[in-house]
Every structure is written in structure tokens, then in C-alpha cells.
């Protein structure tokens, strides 16, 4: 589930935490916050939860207990705040109709994508989540601009004889639903276990002395990885307290210049005017930014 209690770590989660909200999972990463009536459900159990105008939903418990209250909290929801309710743990029939609703999925967005291309209309359909109850399909589709699909939903809704929801969705968001195996060679962080998207500059890329190569640094929905800001604050902190790149450096063989910074490993590289190369601590390198006083 992609979910770790890093609560256990410190004995907190020895005893169980009553919390009347749980987090459940669905198709595609979405998640929600749902009323627990006294049901005894753990993480990884299907239920059917309470969907939008009466309707049913089937999904996964993500989470239960103090760290559904942490997240809750996270998001700056009140107390008052009102929430679906859990209706019932899935037995074998509604885990039986899940599956065969994630087949019928398949088909249509076939039907989907057909109609698009009919009507040319300027989007790309990503994916498709039909409602458990079959009282909503929703069509999940990435544009540059925005479109006018008011005739696109006539269409389908007569095809499908149900409530049609068309969502525009952002490149990362696709990467998200779809999934898929990073450069790093595991799964997207987006699609398991990353909840908001951040802002990711080239500025980041360079604050790390990474090349400035799109191919290297682009995920799979094409914008720059979300994990260039995992290290950022780390390498700010660093380099506040050296000698940046360009910084001139006095040692005895004469003046060089700092060229290549590791704050792992605390270690500069110094070019000297001759075009040999040295290495020198960080502590020693910030010691020598002045020259030497004559005795």
C-alpha cells in the first residue's frame, strides 16, 4: 500500500489509536477521508464508502488510526468539516463486480478515444474510472488549452446511459494514474506514495551541480523530477557555510580556483593558474579564501 506507520518507530501505535476517520484509496492514487461507524477494518481492506448523489464507491483502506488524524490535520480540515461514511467491509460479490467493472474500464475508454478522434477534438484521454454503483464514468484527460466537450458528453452519456464526468488533468497527474518505473528503477513516486505536487525549477538542478541535461532531467510526464527537491534544502544549508564555485583560493603554489563542490564527501576541487588540480577539505578551503598575511 505504500504506506508506512513511521509512528510504530517511536512506540506510539502500540495500542490501538480509536479514530473515527480512515483514508481510502481508489483507481489511480485518489484518496479520501471516510466516517468509520465502529467497523474493524486495517489497512489494506476493501470497502464500499459513500460516493457523490447517493451513489456507492469500492476502494482500499490506505489508512486508519493517529495517522489519519496527522493527515487530516495536515490539510487544515476542521473539526466540523462533514465526511462520506464507510457503508460496509466488501464481501466476495463486491470485490467480484470491481473486477468486472475494471474490464468494462478497458473498453470504455476505447469507446472514449473513439469519439474523441470523431469530434477532433484538441485532448488526449488518459484514463478512464467507472463508479462502482454504475452511476458515474469519469474520463480523465490532459489538454494545452481548454476545451469544449460539452457535445463529447452528450455523446457518451447517451452511448453509456449514466452521469459522464469529463476532468482535465495535468501532466503530472498522468504520470500518476498511469505508473510506471522511474530512471532510479522504482516506481513513480507520484503514483505510490507522493501526496502534493511541489514546484520544481532548473534553479534546483543547479544549486546541485547536476548537468543542465532535460533528457536526464524530465520524469516521465515530461517536467522536471519531483525528486530535485528531496536534496535542495540539504545542499542550501551546505553551501551557505563554503566557498561556492569560482571562489579564489590562496594556498603556497599560488592562487587557484574552486571548481567542483561535494558536501557529502566535504570536499572542493581547486584549479590553479597552471592547470593542476587539487583536493581540499571544505574547513581548510574556507581557511584560505584570503591570502596569506607575510610574517
Not at 510504530?8 to 466516517?35: Q, W
Not at 490532459?142 to 455523446?155: M, P, Q, W, Y
Request: glycine share 6%.
Amino acid at each position: 500500500m505504500h504506506a508506512y506507520d513511521w509512528l510504530s518507530d517511536f512506540g506510539i501505535s502500540n495500542a490501538p489509536v480509536v479514530y473515527d476517520l480512515i483514508e481510502v484509496a481508489f483507481k489511480g492514487g485518489r484518496k479520501g477521508f471516510y466516517t468509520n461507524n465502529a467497523l474493524d477494518v486495517q489497512t489494506g481492506d476493501f470497502v464500499v464508502v459513500e460516493a457523490d448523489r447517493g451513489g456507492r464507491d469500492f476502494g482500499t483502506v490506505h489508512l486508519v488510526g493517529e495517522m489519519v488524524r496527522i493527515r487530516v490535520r495536515s490539510k487544515d480540515l476542521g473539526d466540523n468539516t462533514k465526511f462520506p461514511r464507510v457503508i460496509r467491509r466488501a464481501d466476495l460479490d463486491d470485490i467480484n463486480r470491481w473486477e468486472a467493472n475494471k474490464e468494462k474500464e478497458t473498453e470504455t475508454f476505447l469507446i472514449g478515444r473513439r469519439s474523441i478522434d470523431k469530434m477532433n477534438l484538441p485532448m488526449k484521454l488518459v484514463d478512464t474510472e467507472w463508479q462502482f454503483d454504475h452511476k458515474k464514468v469519469t474520463f480523465y484527460f490532459t489538454a494545452d488549452h481548454r476545451v469544449d466537450f460539452r457535445e463529447l458528453v452528450r455523446d457518451l452519456a447517451r452511448r453509456f446511459k449514466t452521469r459522464v464526468e469529463l476532468r482535465q488533468i495535468g501532466a503530472r497527474d498522468e504520470a500518476a494514474r498511469i505508473g510506471g518505473i522511474g530512471s532510479c528503477g522504482r516506481e513513480l513516486c507520484c503514483s505510490t506514495w507522493l501526496q502534493d505536487f511541489k514546484p520544481v525549477s532548473t534553479q534546483a538542478a543547479k544549486v546541485q551541480n547536476l548537468p543542465l541535461n532535460p533528457v536526464r532531467l524530465s520524469g516521465q510526464c515530461g517536467r522536471l523530477k519531483c525528486c530535485l527537491n528531496y536534496e535542495l534544502e540539504q545542499y542550501m544549508t551546505a553551501l551557505a557555510t563554503i566557498p561556492s564555485i569560482d571562489t579564489p583560493v590562496y594556498t603556497e603554489r599560488g592562487k587557484g580556483i574552486v571548481r567542483k563542490i561535494d558536501i557529502f564527501k566535504e570536499k572542493v576541487w581547486i584549479l590553479y593558474e597552471d592547470k593542476v588540480w587539487e583536493e581540499m577539505s571544505f574547513e581548510e578551503a574556507t581557511r584560505r579564501r584570503s591570502p596569506a598575511k607575510p610574517s
